[in-house]
């Protein structure tokens, strides 16, 4: 294989997993904002009432 | 030549597109302000970023304009070989998510920046110098982006290169970036990188199959192929501008410390919701680290076929490459916005100009907080011994931003460039990575690691400086050829990196097996208040 072929083929290769991915991307991190929004909506009302427990997050970011 | 960079099809249309773009950025900046209540959510956005949001403002920060200019020079200037600094990146970033190395421990600690873990794993003394060497070596690191990222756009556009535009777009540019960098922090950030992203990697693939198709296919390598022969494939071809040693210099630098060192790379693991999420989250960003690269790279090869092959750009060819032994040609940076303005049509233009802009600014964001933080939590907090509400440590770190903001827009509007801006860059940025990268390393997987083999690692980095051109003639590491005038080098840049890096291990090894530390000088604790 000739090093013009691997440049050709790497770069097809790449260019088709990042559209790929480019998809999964917008959709799934448009799921993770309405999620981060929501955690920090959380977070602020724990703030503000002091009486109400802050909810325990584990580490997979799960209540 | 002012005519030749004139010709754009960049019209009202594509000025109204940037225009709604920046006002969204702002827009956003200006909503997440009332989720802002401490450090961690100012820094860290609550540690709440989950994988796909991970990677979209993990690649948003680092495809930025600067990184887009630069590998598009790469690419023009060493065709295709070029390519193996993508590769690297991508199979770093790929190592670093499948092996956690570096990112899964920091995560662990729990820390906000890397300095902050210098202090839990060594003192308070390593977390101070750590901080200034940081935060000094990453503000002038990034004192040049303003101005390189701002000629894009006055290329781009076809406003006049030799008139008082650059300095406006500068300004104009800064003062946004200020305004919602400042207001909403980490959580800005996040979202406005994820804006960026989905249209910048929808844009990315349009605007690179249209220049494939006016170019052609076959034709780019050919192309290539005749102007560069197995230079323009082959990395460590006889006369390649590369070589087997910044091969291996790119693999520490473009790659481990890229992804697992670089400090607003890391602050997305530290922002990252577990570290399943950060580990995900960087297998799946090796690829866009790969595209990264590759993309501009490409592109910049497109310019250089398009310039040196296409009729209609001979009036490029000869302010690029000019006919006559000696005679110099434009700054080759300009290459990649001018093609890009002849080739796009309206409107794919201006989407694809809002997307870069956001590029610009989504970088320009995640370095100010990056290094005011640093400045805020690791140097001004521990020094005031940890006593500081979480109040005044997010209007600090406010107040720091737009100071950074003011010293970028000074260098970037004195400071006069020479085609040496990259090693500029690289030295900078190496005075900090290479005493980091080896102190983080062997403070995480070497119990004998002391402080003092800490401070020693971390003071290595200065040698960087040998790496620079005048620091170089000036030591005799560069000499004059006496029979042709030549300047030869007796260490290339990448060798001294390398070097340096090596030497930082060793006096780090020595240092801390001469000076062990003693159990009442372990992780004093100045981090009370404003973090969770």
């Known amino acids: 294989m000739t090093w013009m072929l691997f440049w050709k083929i790497m770069f097809v290769l790449v260019m088709a997993v990042f559209a790929v991915m480019s998809i999964l991307v917008t959709v799934l991190g448009a799921r993770d904002i309405r999620r981060l929004l929501s955690g920090l909506k959380d977070d602020a009302s724990a703030d503000a009432d002091p009486s109400r427990p802050r909810p325990e997050v584990d580490g997979d970011g799960r209540e | 030549m002012a005519k030749a960079f004139s010709q754009t099809n960049f019209g009202v249309v594509d000025w109204v597109i940037v225009a709604i773009y920046l006002l969204i950025s702002v827009a956003i900046g200006l909503w997440v302000k009332r989720y802002v209540s401490?450090?961690?959510?100012?820094?860290?956005?609550?540690?709440?970023?989950?994988?796909?949001?991970?990677?979209?403002?993990?690649?948003?920060?680092?495809?930025?304009?600067?990184?887009?200019?630069?590998?598009?020079?790469?690419?023009?200037?060493?065709?295709?070989?070029?390519?193996?600094?993508?590769?690297?990146?991508g199979a770093a970033t790929l190592f670093v998510g499948l092996t956690g190395f570096i990112v899964a421990p920091l995560r662990r600690?729990?820390?906000?920046?890397?300095?902050?873990?210098?202090?839990?794993?060594?003192?308070?003394?390593?977390?101070?110098?750590?901080?200034?060497?940081?935060?000094?070596?990453?503000?002038?690191?990034?004192?040049?982006?303003?101005?390189?990222?701002?000629?894009?756009?006055?290329?781009?556009?076809?406003?006049?290169?030799?008139?008082s535009a650059l300095k406006w777009v500068m300004v104009t540019l800064l003062v946004l970036v200020l305004i919602y960098t400042t207001l909403g922090g980490m959580i800005s950030v996040?979202?406005?990188?994820?804006?960026?992203?989905?249209?910048?990697?929808?844009?990315?693939?349009?605007?690179?199959?249209?220049?494939?198709?006016?170019?052609?296919?076959?034709?780019?390598?050919?192309v290539v192929a005749e102007g560069m022969g197995d230079k323009g494939f082959n990395p460590v071809a006889e006369g390649s501008e590369f070589g087997p040693f910044y091969v291996?210099?790119?693999?520490?630098?473009?790659?481990?410390?890229?992804?697992a060192v670089w400090p607003t790379a890391v602050a997305r693991a530290l922002a990252a919701e577990s570290e399943k999420s950060l580990r995900r989250q960087?297998?799946?960003?090796?690829?866009?680290?790969?595209?990264?690269?590759?993309?501009?790279?490409?592109?910049?090869?497109?310019?250089?076929?398009?310039?040196?092959?296409?009729?209609?750009?001979?009036?490029?060819?000869?302010?690029?490459?000019?006919?006559?032994?000696?005679?110099?040609?434009?700054?080759?940076?300009?290459?990649?916005?001018?093609f890009m303005g002849r080739l796009l049509p309206g409107v794919v233009l201006g989407i694809i100009a809002a997307a870069m802009i956001a590029a610009f600014m989504s970088t320009h964001d995640s370095y100010l907080l990056c290094w005011s933080s640093v400045i805020t939590q690791d140097i001004v907090v521990p020094l005031m011994g940890g006593e500081m509400s979480?109040?005044?440590?997010?209007?600090?770190?406010?107040?720091?931003?737009?100071?950074?903001?003011?010293f970028i827009l000074y260098w970037g509007l004195f400071y006069k460039g020479t085609q040496d801006i990259w090693d500029y860059m690289a030295v900078s940025g190496g005075i900090f990575f290479t005493g980091a990268f080896v102190v983080l390393v062997l403070g995480i997987y070497w119990k004998k690691a002391s402080s003092?083999?800490?401070?020693?690692?971390?003071f290595a980095g200065f040698l960087m400086l040998f790496g620079l051109d005048p620091v170089q003639r000036i030591s005799g590491l560069k000499f004059q050829d006496a029979a042709t005038g030549e300047w030869i080098e007796r260490l290339s840049s990448a060798q001294i990196g390398l070097l340096v890096v090596a030497l930082a291990f060793a006096l780090m090894i020595v240092g801390s097996l001469v000076f062990p530390d003693r159990d009442c000088e372990k992780g004093s604790h100045t981090n009370r208040g404003g973090t969770r």
């Open chain 2, 38 to 89: 401490d450090m961690a959510t100012y820094i860290g956005a609550g540690r709440r970023v989950g994988t796909w949001l991970g990677v979209a403002t993990m690649t948003g920060t680092e495809l930025g304009l600067v990184t887009v200019m630069y590998m598009a020079q790469k690419g023009f200037s060493g065709g295709f070989a070029a390519f193996h600094l993508a590769l690297i990146a």
């Open chain 2, 452 to 458: 003092t083999g800490a401070m020693f690692g971390l």
């Open chain 2, 190 to 222: 996040v979202l406005t990188d994820y804006v960026q992203y989905v249209v910048l990697s929808f844009g990315l693939i349009i605007a690179t199959c249209m220049a494939v198709g006016k170019l052609g296919w076959e034709k780019i390598f050919t």
């Open chain 2, 109 to 163: 600690a729990r820390v906000l920046t890397i300095p902050e873990y210098y202090e839990k794993r060594f003192s308070c003394r390593v977390r101070i110098v750590g901080g200034v060497l940081l935060a000094f070596a990453g503000i002038l690191n990034m004192g040049l982006f303003l101005q390189v990222g701002s000629k894009f756009i006055v290329g781009i556009t076809g406003l006049p290169i030799d008139g």
């Open chain 2, 248 to 259: 291996g210099w790119m693999i520490i630098a473009a790659g481990l410390i890229g992804s």
């Open chain 2, 390 to 406: 979480t109040r005044a440590r997010v209007n600090l770190t406010r107040v720091v931003i737009v100071l950074i903001g003011g």
């Open chain 2, 282 to 338: 960087y297998m799946w960003s090796s690829v866009s680290f790969t595209v990264r690269f590759m993309l501009p790279m490409f592109w910049g090869i497109c310019a250089y076929v398009f310039i040196t092959s296409m009729t209609e750009a001979a009036d490029l060819k000869s302010l690029f490459f000019p006919a006559g032994e000696g005679a110099e040609g434009v700054d080759e940076l300009y290459a990649l916005p001018v």
